[in-house]
């Protein structure tokens, strides 16, 4: 099954998500995922979207070692009173 | 839409999945052999040499010459530039496809190709190389009437190159981030992995039960590192030196499991900050290098009556592929040349270097699995967020090491051909004999340059509770266990004799 994805980086010590619309960073993943859940909810987005990491974040020597960090689905709770 | 939905997805954007590739496609270029037609002969093999005897007459082909039949009439500069014109071209052409920038790639590719040969030929010189001892009627030690030696066989090579990488990756640093892009060990050893592959399906026709024990070892190697050295490692991170919990994950998995792949998982796994598994794995890649330059001339010292034992024990010890397979190379070529030296007996090469290769294989095939048992646990009992995040089992396929396919495609193809058309062993040999044998061994060579050119130690310098953790956690926890349990299935077992 196919979500709407958002890409998610880490760069200067924050985490970042991008796509939908949506640009948005925050020094922890939790309060990152807290951001997107209210921010989606309130444009009436779909129930789940799919984080994918972009492994060109990471420092070029050590992506021979394992090219891929994770993906997830971030599942959103509807705003209040939608 | 994402890219990782569809399991094909990598295949033409990772290094793992271009040294299935590009291994493939030389094998698969070697069978021409059974047609009669041998289109991978013209790959320069070294020739053993004599200082005050090249210097008398020079000539190129007492250094090196092409390796099959057909290519006998080339001069041996024609069979050193095809070799390079090919491997360069297939590897260029995976950069590209991975995005990396083709020209630095490519001028960082001719330095490191130049440097590996001038290591590999100097290697070969025999006062370096040559034992004294007497096999199959013949010393060549004292025929050449050498006045010294250094008698390391044929690790030699193997020690220059590291030693080339080292002096460029800590005394050349400006030199080392011009090779960067190309200095790449990890995609050159899975590559010559895949061709390890014929290697263990010749091993496996001449004696099945070699390879049957290996794979039990392997089994409980798997058994060791993920449900033993895990566990321990992750308590003394926790307990004793009081390291957050997702530092101390990353970490138990680099040490115990696979090195900087399974921190780079595990760090994935449960969503750390990418700067933890890029900490981790600085350190394991620096005690992964000093493993290398340590263990196969200790092993070697101390045990060289257990052959096989140590080729295990290396692969349940030594993190990351590219440290393990060369350092089973390493001693390979240390351990023969010790055993040829003491007793007269010659045993043949590869065996001990694939019960290192293939204990550690069985280790890596099961990151994927580990990563999402571990993602599961961070979001259900960790996080407590189960409702709110997902992981799809589709991330242990992302996860599986590609090239391992490519090492038993490889294994079994050679193994069904071999018993489909017995009376073309010969020709199935002479082909696959150059990819398993010189291109595979150029691979190795390439890699130890390219480790050492990557492998910065003064980067240790501020990782002082990590580096001191992986220290104890490898003498006292990982080495031990790791050399008790080989010793437990392959004590007493021997390489068969022969050349």
Redesign the interface.
């Known amino acids: 099954m196919s979500f709407p994805e958002l890409v998610l980086t880490y760069e200067r010590d924050r985490w970042r998500a991008t796509g939908l619309g949506l640009d948005v960073t925050h020094a922890e993943l939790r309060g990152l995922e807290w951001l997107l859940t209210t921010l989606l909810a309130e444009r009436g987005a779909p129930p789940r979207v799919h984080l994918r990491f972009d492994s060109s974040a990471l420092p070029t020597w050590l992506r021979q070692y394992h090219a891929h960090y994770c993906n997830y689905v971030l599942e959103i709770a509807p705003a209040e009173g939608r | ?5 569809r399991w094909t997805s ?1 295949m033409l ?4 999945w271009w040294s299935v590739w590009i291994g493939l496609a030389l094998y698969a270029a070697s069978l021409a052999s059974l047609a009669g037609a041998d289109l991978v002969g013209w790959m320069p093999r070294p020739r053993t040499w004599e200082w005050t005897d090249l210097t008398q007459a020079f000539a190129w082909s007492k250094l090196f010459a092409p390796a099959g039949a057909a290519y006998v009439a080339w001069h041996p500069l024609a069979s050193w530039l095809t070799a390079y014109v090919v491997l360069t071209a297939l590897l260029a052409i995976g950069a590209r496809c991975q ?1 990396v920038d083709v020209g630095r790639f490519v001028a960082g590719f001719s330095v490191l190709y130049a440097l590996t040969w001038v290591a590999w030929l100097a290697g070969n010189e025999l006062h370096l190389t040559t034992v004294d001892a007497t096999v199959d009627g013949r010393n060549r030690y004292r025929e050449a009437a050498l006045s010294w030696g250094l008698k390391l066989g044929e690790g030699a090579p193997y020690l220059l190159a590291l030693g080339v990488g080292l002096i460029i990756g800590n005394f050349a640093k400006g030199l080392a981030a011009r090779l ?2 190309a ?5 050159f050893i899975k590559t010559a992995i895949v061709f390890l592959g014929v290697n263990l399906g010749a091993q496996m026709i001449q004696a099945s039960g070699f390879a049957v024990q290996l794979l039990v070892t392997g089994a409980a190697a798997t058994f060791v590192a993920y449900l033993l050295f895990w566990p321990i490692v992750y308590t003394l991170a926790r307990r004793v030196f009081r390291l957050k919990r997702d530092v101390s994950a990353v970490l138990a998995s680099g040490i115990s499991v696979c ?3 399974a921190a ?2 595990t ?3 449960i ?1 750390a ?3 933890i ?2 900490a981790v ?1 600085m350190v394991v890649v620096i005690f992964a290098m000093l493993e290398l330059i340590v263990l196969p001339g200790a092993y070697t010292a101390l045990f060289p009556d257990q052959p096989v034992v140590n080729g295990a024990a290396l692969g349940m010890t030594v993190k ?1 592929d590219g440290a393990d397979a060369a350092a089973g190379a390493l001693l390979d070529d240390l351990m023969r040349a010790a055993h040829v030296a003491a007793t007269g007996e010659q045993w043949q090469p590869g065996w001990i270097l694939s019960a290192s290769i293939l204990t550690k294989l069985w280790i890596d095939v099961f990151i994927g699995v580990w990563a999402f048992v571990l ?1 599961l646990v961070w979001v259900y009992k960790v ?1 407590k967020r189960a ?6 089992p589709m ?1 242990i396929w ?2 599986f090491p590609k090239f391992v396919l490519g090492y038993f495609v490889a294994c079994l193809s050679y193994l069904a051909i071999a018993a489909a058309w017995p009376a073309q062993a010969a020709a199935l040999a002479s082909g696959t004999g150059v990819v398993a044998g010189p291109v595979r061994t150029l691979l190795f060579m390439l890699t130890f340059v390219a480790m050492g050119t ?1 492998t910065d130690f003064s980067k240790l310098r501020g990782m002082g509770k990590l580096a001191l953790l992986y220290a104890l956690a490898l003498v006292f926890v990982i080495a031990p266990i790791a050399y008790g349990v080989a010793y437990l299935f392959h004590r007493g077992l021997m390489p068969p004799l022969g050349n």
């Not at chain 2, 839409?1 to 939905?5: A, G, H, T």
């Not at chain 2, 200095?183 to 995609?187: G, H, I, R, S, V």
């Open positions: 839409m994402s890219v990782n939905r990598g954007a990772t290094e793992d995005r960067a892009e200095a790449k060990p990890e995609w090195g900087a792949s780079i998982a760090g994935g796994a969503r900050k990418p700067v598994p890029v794995s990351t993602a996080e409702g709110a995040v997902s992981i799809s991330e992302f996860r990557i």
